[in-house]
């Protein structure tokens, strides 16, 4: 089992710019949710999706969007990038009510 | 709304002692509890979760924590430490579906002495 997988594992952007992240969720788990992690802060809830629908939002301005897919898994899409987006971008997978959350290694994404 | 607090930033602690790692939450209701690791630049590894029944939970890496809903905590607590143990932990809180748009607190630095 290759758990949750995101590619890039590195990422540098120019202010204004827009970026996708990717996630492939745990094999068998059919919720993804994304977490934005500033440097020496607690994971940021950011969304969460289940059957290709945004399930739940956190305090995230509309700039931050996001897609699942069939196979569930999913992208993150951060527009007009500011210099305060750049942090560690974490996906998590999930299954079944209560169910656990299992993170990737995250995508450390640099706005300059 | 919900909140985790974590109130320590660091904690030192000698390698072979007893650690404790505190965490309150505010939840409206019965919470579900997680405690998470993290080494540096590394992603979240899942230590142990409190779902329900019995108040004390055994994780993995020798770890346990009890959950005290009259105080709102679920401290994270080990016998004995190894140097390996070096790293942010945090814990978070959950929604109804218990992975749901978990809240967590800002972390412990949790520091190794030989």
Redesign the interface.
């Known amino acids: 089992d290759a758990g949750v997988t995101q590619s890039p594992t590195h990422l540098i952007k120019t202010r204004g710019q827009q970026v996708t992240l990717r996630c492939s969720p745990k094999s068998g788990h059919d919720t993804v949710s994304w977490y934005q992690q500033a440097l020496g802060q607690g994971p940021q809830f950011i969304f969460q999706y289940y059957e290709e629908e945004e399930r739940q939002r956190g305090n995230f301005p509309d700039r931050f969007s996001g897609h699942q897919f069939p196979n569930y898994s999913s992208e993150l899409n951060v527009n007009a990038l500011l210099l305060g987006d750049s942090a560690l971008y974490l996906c998590a997978s999930s299954f079944a009510s209560p169910g656990e959350a299992f993170f990737g290694q995250g995508t450390r994404l640099t706005v300059v | 709304a919900q909140s ?1 607090t974590q109130p320590d930033i660091h904690i030192t602690v000698s390698e072979g002692a007893s650690l404790e790692l505190r965490c309150n939450y505010s939840y409206g209701a019965t919470p ?1 509890l ?1 405690w ?1 690791v993290q080494s540096p ?6 230590l142990l ?1 409190y ?1 329900s029944g019995d108040t004390l939970v055994q994780g993995i890496k020798g770890f346990e924590a009890e959950f005290k809903r009259s105080q709102s905590s679920f401290n994270l607590r080990k016998p004995s430490v190894h140097w390996s143990d070096a790293a942010e932990y ?1 814990c ?1 809180v ?14 412990t630095h949790l520091i190794i002495q030989p």
């Open positions: 985790v579900y997680f998470y630049g590394q992603g979240l590894q899942l979760k779902f945090f978070a959950g929604g109804i579906r218990g992975a749901d748009g978990l809240t967590f607190g800002k972390g």
